[in-house]
């Protein structure tokens, strides 16, 4: 509600709602013929839109109240917590589509203005020409995307990874699929991770792959991640 909200703003002094002018730009597109043309016109107004939404959009002082009060509440010192700021949108999960990966997420990011900035900067990533390609096939009407946040605490872990209730080679219930990494983050972008398969009736474990990224990710205590040598000890 609150990305929809800032929709209804002006795209430029005096001009037409982001929201109408967007809906006039994705019918006008459509009729070019498909090629360099069409190419070029829509990267030109998916680059407007994401300036627009990371410079000029306003999400006004009552947001901005009610944020930092809800931050307060859920991880205590604004200024020195650190948070992850992700996505997700309301197109995420279409019949033959995910958009798992596509959005950007900022990580570890400390100092509510920081805070602030970061989300400007993920409402407007799923307008990148490489989000676009991957849903337009799926979508009829693409103005109505829209954008949501999610603020995750930044925890210090030693190892993170991604778990799957399934075996997912087979699809087989009653097992663990687990790929995990050092540091924080792990098993994501492109990270060779180590892969293991746990059955969870008796517990057993089996290796399926050793993990080999010669980094880990630690955070920074002013913010933001850094990469160090990992230790490749068994996770």
């Given amino acids: 509600g609150v990305f929809r909200a800032l929709l209804n703003q002006p795209v430029t002094a005096g001009g037409p709602s982001v929201f109408d002018w967007m809906r006039a ?3 006008r597109l459509r009729t070019l013929p498909d090629g360099e043309r069409r190419k070029a016109e829509t990267s030109a107004f998916l680059d407007k839109l994401r300036q627009w939404i990371i410079t000029s959009a306003e999400p006004g002082e009552t947001f ?6 809800a931050m307060r509440a859920a991880f205590g010192d604004t200024g020195r917590i650190g948070v992850f700021v992700r996505s997700d949108t309301n197109v995420e999960d279409l019949p033959g589509f995910t958009g798992a990966g596509l959005n950007l997420t900022v990580p570890h990011v400390v100092g509510f203005e920081n805070v602030m900035a970061a989300i400007q900067r993920v ?11 991957w849903r337009q096939a799926y979508m009829e009407t693409p103005e109505h995307v829209y954008v949501s946040i999610l603020l995750m ?12 209730t399934a075996d997912i080679h087979s699809g087989q219930p009653g097992w ?3 790929a995990v990494n050092e540091g924080v983050g792990g098993a994501v972008s492109g990270q060779t991770s180590e892969e293991l398969k746990i059955n969870m009736q008796s ?14 990710r630690v955070l920074l205590n002013e913010g933001g991640v850094s990469k160090v040598p990992a230790s490749g000890a068994p996770a």
């Avoid at 990533?125 to 989000?131: I, L, T, V, Y």
């Avoid at 605490?153 to 799957?164: C, D, F, I, L, T």
């Fill in 25 to 27: 730009e994705y019918a």
């Fill in 64 to 69: 901005r109240t009610e944020l930092r009060t």
């Fill in 123 to 133: 409402w407007a990533s799923p307008f990148s020409e490489r989000a676009f390609r």
């Fill in 153 to 164: 605490q930044s925890v210090p872990v030693e190892k993170s990874g991604v778990a799957v």
């Fill in 176 to 178: 663990l699929t687990v």
């Fill in 203 to 216: 517990g057993n474990i089996r290796l399926l792959a050793h993990a080999t990224d010669p980094y880990k």
